[in-house]
């Protein structure tokens, strides 16, 4: 029998693109990583572009089938591979309880956190200008009513997100709320409770997150140096 063959296009300097990464890792899917730097811009070269017509990472191609969005990509793998059920589960539901997060994520968590991130990072990069304080703390505001939100709505007082085992929407959240990392901002410093929440994902994943999250770390290290 023919040897699948899974190739998963992904930056690691995107918050999607790691969660992805940190599944794929600690699932033992066999898989290729194919690098798309979106920094050099490898996202709208001809050849990607036919992949992906929104010229955006990740893409993951599974013996020919494309799919675009990190969402139903990692829905995807966990319900084609044979890997535990906890990232997905079947049971009804328990998996509306993921769906119910992975859709609240893309219009809180994702462009609240995001928003910091290009604020405080991307912006003043990209323009070299300095960085706007006064929509910086807006954004900032606006992400703490997000995580109180973040943490009245689906944490609680259970372990993970979305019950008592790890899934894919922990992943998608956890990853998004690293990204002001990279410019040295803990946005969860005063808030032990998703402290330890992001502690118990770190030691469920393993060395998975660290692996992941190596190249943001390295951003962040070479900014510190500079200041």
């Known amino acids: 029998m023919a040897t699948r063959l899974l190739e998963v296009y992904l930056d690691l300097l995107s918050q999607p693109c790691r969660a992805i990464h940190i599944l794929l890792g600690c699932t033992n899917i066999p898989h290729t990583v194919r690098t798309v730097a979106l920094r050099k811009g490898e996202n ?63 219009t809180n968590t994702r462009p609240h956190a995001a928003r910091v991130f290009l604020l405080e990072v991307l912006v003043p990069q990209q323009t070299g200008s300095p960085v706007d304080e006064g929509r910086l703390v807006g954004a900032l505001s606006q992400l703490e009513e997000t995580l109180d939100r973040l943490e009245a709505m689906f944490l609680r007082r259970q372990p993970f997100l979305c019950g008592d085992d790890i899934t894919v929407a922990d992943l998608l959240a956890v990853c998004e709320l690293m990204q002001p990392e990279m410019s040295g901002r803990d946005v969860l410093q005063q808030r032990p409770a998703l402290q330890h929440w992001r502690s118990r994902v770190q030691a469920a994943v393993g060395e998975a997150f660290h692996r992941a999250h190596a190249v943001l770390y390295a951003v962040r290290d070479r900014r510190a140096a500079k200041l």
Do not use: C
């Not at 589960?89 to 609240?104: I, K």
């Open 44 to 106: 709208r070269t001809p050849e990607f572009t036919k992949l992906n017509p929104m010229q955006k990472v990740p893409v993951m191609v599974d013996n020919g089938f494309v799919l675009t969005e990190s969402d139903a990509i990692m829905k995807y793998l966990v319900t084609r591979y044979d890997v535990p059920q906890h990232w997905y589960p079947r049971q009804p539901e328990r998996r509306a309880r993921v769906d119910e997060y992975t859709a609240w994520h893309h």
